[in-house]
């Protein structure tokens, strides 16, 4: 808490008149002075893989904020992207996002490429400055389908096809089976796919820090239909053509 002292002083007047006059000096310590700063929510992300064109949040929580302001800056060329409210970029792919009465400082990245890689500070323009630092990463997720892009086998016999996404954790690199225009979708309670009428598919996924990999084994009633399969990650597309003979 704030300490107080009582100044008094005694002044004599050319009468001989004694006079009394008193002050309170009002004194905060140091320990109380940094307890009113505003402070980081250090509980929140702070490392973001997205892929290309994938929007990015940055999220900042800044308590006991007052009448200070907060900018996000680009740290690799000390770019202030925004500062408040404002943007302070001719890209407009960056713009802060805060709720009315909000803590929350969110910096929104649309379209990310992956020159956007790298750090980006939340800043509160106290004196000294405080800035917290957050790394976003951009990734180009890259499928193909392993082996030739022609297949040619013989009516009734069975193939394995496998594709895989290099350059991506798990989560992001979902891989999606097309037979024709059609998407191969999974049965509830069921690790087999249903390709329709009386065929079926089979789908494994395997998963590692860097790679994802899908491999499908359609059954020989399948292989009559197939004709085309598509491995596809967002919008990276590989085509295999199935020919029977």
Known sequence: MPT??????????????????SSIIMTTTTEESEALQPYFDFDVPRNLTVTVGQTGFLHCRVERLGDQDVAWIRQRDLHILTMGASTYTSDQRFQV??????????????????????????????EPKMS????????????????????????????TMVCVIQQGPHELGTVFWYKGNTLVEPLAQ????????????????DWTDALTSSSIHPSPYDMRRLGRLVGACHERLQLVTVVLR
């Open 97 to 126: 996002i805060r709720p009315e009465g909000s803590v929350n400082w969110t910096l929104q990245i649309k379209y990310p490429q992956t020159r956007d890689s790298g750090v980006y500070e939340c800043q509160i323009n106290t």
């Open 132 to 159: 917290l630092s957050y790394v976003l990463n951009v990734i180009e997720l890259r499928a193909r389908i392993l082996g030739p892009s022609d297949i040619f086998i013989k009516s009734g016999s069975e193939i």
């Open 190 to 205: 069921e690790n087999d796919i249903h390709s329709g009428d009386r065929g079926r598919i089979t789908i494994e996924t």
């Open 4 to 21: 107080s002292s009582h100044n008094i002083q005694l002044a004599l007047n050319q009468h001989g008149i004694v006079s009394v006059s």
